[in-house]
């Protein structure tokens, strides 16, 4: 039997053991915290130098920036996963369990981000048939109209023509119309004149020919012309049809039209106010 002395040596004995045990395990998983925290810090500041490198070769070798865009997105988001997985490897986690648990979550998050998913797709739709590139002016099914500037993994940035940046889903914009406003170079555009009943429409016509003819943004093939569309309620209602390359349109259509106003009354042809005939009958 042992006695009282023996037992309080052991008890002892054993909480030593414990506390040494204990001691040494915190060192130890210490040790590998500390390296976890190392290899995530070292590992970021990699992987984000590693892409502003891949991005500037990207650019050297003029690939075409809306494939860069993608790429280094995708990229970004790939290392940076890496990153975590090795981390967690080290803190002591077994890869099978990483892989499990990735399987399982991959599954969740695949069944409540249908949506995200379906924007990777279109992302990929969009790169794979280029119906636009950056650069491109656009206009989108729900009425969007702007300069694409990136095109990333799951969305495109669209900026408009009052400065505001809008991102659209790719997904969206994979499946539904878009109209691509930079691939037509050359353009048609229809300015509306009234002019009132009485005057000469051929007046009219000499006068807005000529003012074309000066404007050297106006192509002379096709040839412009101008034609009577609609004989309205108070007014002969013309066409004016000319063509000019897209880049030169907008300011062409505002400059033709000051233009015709200030002309127009000079040649004699007015431009008549809505009006209505009213006839008492006794």
């Known amino acids: 039997m042992l006695d009282a002395t023996e037992k309080l040596k052991i008890e002892t004995d054993s909480i030593e053991s414990i506390i040494a045990t204990l001691g040494q395990g ?31 070769v990207m650019e050297k070798r003029k690939l075409e920036a809306s494939l860069t865009s993608f790429l280094i997105s995708f990229l970004n988001i790939l290392l940076k996963i890496f990153v975590v997985v090795i981390v967690l490897t ?8 990483i892989v499990a648990v990735l399987g399982a979550a991959s599954l969740a998050v695949g069944m409540a981000l249908s949506g995200t998913l379906q924007n990777f797709a279109g992302g990929i739709v969009l790169l794979v048939f280029k119906p636009f590139k950056v650069g491109d002016t656009i206009e989108t099914a729900s009425g969007q109209t702007g300069v694409v500037k990136k095109i990333m993994i799951f969305t495109t940035e669209l900026h408009t023509f009052d400065n505001q940046v809008i991102y659209l889903p790719n997904g969206a914009l994979a499946n539904g119309e878009i109209t691509n406003m930079s691939q037509g170079e050359i353009r048609r555009a229809d300015l509306t004149v009234s002019i009132s009943y009485g005057d000469k429409v051929e007046d009219a016509r000499r006068a807005i020919l000529a003012i074309l003819k000066k404007d050297k943004r106006v192509l002379t093939e096709p040839e412009p012309i101008v034609f009577i569309n609609n004989l309205g309620d108070s007014a002969v209602v013309l066409t004016v ?5 897209y880049v030169d349109m907008y300011g062409a259509n505002i400059d033709i039209l000051e ?24």
């Open 259 to 282: 233009k015709i106003y200030e002309t127009l009354p000079k040649k004699g042809v007015r431009f008549p106010y809505p009006q209505l005939d009213v006839r008492v009958v006794k």
């Open 241 to 245: 049809r000319y063509w000019v390359k």
């Open 90 to 97: 080290t803190v002591g986690v077994q890869m099978t369990s």
């Open 26 to 56: 915190a060192i130890s998983f210490g040790m590998k915290l500390l390296a976890a925290i190392a290899i995530l810090v070292v590992g970021m500041w990699l992987s984000n130098r590693l892409v502003r490198s891949l991005k500037r």
